[in-house]
């Protein structure tokens, strides 16, 4: 078997196997062909198609994988690392790859069917999908439009807070400690966030409304704020619909923008609010207590 040496990369040293295929000339002298394509003669050098006036291009009469022993030479010690495999086995040559077409760089909200370009809500759903205050609800539904629950609006303000492996302490007799946002309201709970809704109760599954949220949302801020703002009296046109309790909530939320009345002036205090609402809000909220966060 005639020898030669050929330059072989994406291999390691030690065994390895080559394509070759067996060739006859006329003269009857067997020849190999390599790997790249090129002609060996028998005594291993590359043959250059002129051996003893043979014209016409050689007869394949066998094609076999032939097992070969691997050699690399180790590279200059003063040589960058860049040739190294990833368990620094010896180095071996990179083959140069083409540099590929840059492709748009996909957003969390494009994940969900119910995201569309345009929506009023889509940069905010982006914004929190990707920062983990929020998952999908399946199927890959953001569902915007859907309510968002008591229990749903504490676990997002705690994710925000970075909340983890608190105790499932019962707090509320309606909240089961195995429910995933069993630590969260047990952590609201705790830092007096949420007071519950009476007898005991938190009613996790029930919608909340704008002003339930505002009110823990002003909780929330009194807590981490280093300095609250000057208040100033509501100017909604449905303000003495605001409850009592809800009231220093709404008043603070609105200085800060967090919250925002509609295109009426009205607050609507009892009304419920939705997913791609709260999206907003959140990204509101986590704007203003990290600034330096980019958009």
Known sequence: MPSATRALTGVRAGQATVLVQAVKLAQDDIILLDTDGSFLTSDGSEWDGTDSGETSAPTVVMTKEVPVTVTLSLPDSSAPEDGYEEDHASPVTPTPTPTPTPTPTEEAADTFTDV??????????????????FNGTGNHQFSPFLDMTRSMFVTVLGRLEGIKDVPN??????????????????????????????????????????????????????ENLAALPE?????????????????????????????????????????????????????????????????
């Open 116 to 133: 569309k370009d345009g929506d009023w809500f889509r940069d905010s759903v982006n914004y929190v999908v990707s920062k983990g205050y």
């Open 169 to 222: 302490d019962v707090v509320f007799s309606d909240v089961p400690a195995d429910m995933y946002y069993a630590p969260y309201v047990s952590w609201a709970a705790s830092t007096g966030l949420v007071e519950g809704t009476g007898n005991g109760r938190f009613q996790p599954d029930a919608s909340i409304t704008r002003e339930q949220a505002a009110k823990i949302l002003g909780n929330y801020l009194t």
């Open 231 to 295: 208040l100033s009296p509501l100017s909604y046109a449905d303000r003495d619909d605001i409850a009592d309790w809800a009231l220093n909530g709404v008043v603070l939320t609105t200085a800060l923008g967090i919250f925002q009345g509609d295109d009426q002036g009205k607050f609507r205090p009892k009304a419920t609010i939705t997913r791609a609402e709260v999206a907003t809000i959140i990204q509101r909220l986590d704007l203003l207590l990290h600034p330096s966060q980019v958009r």
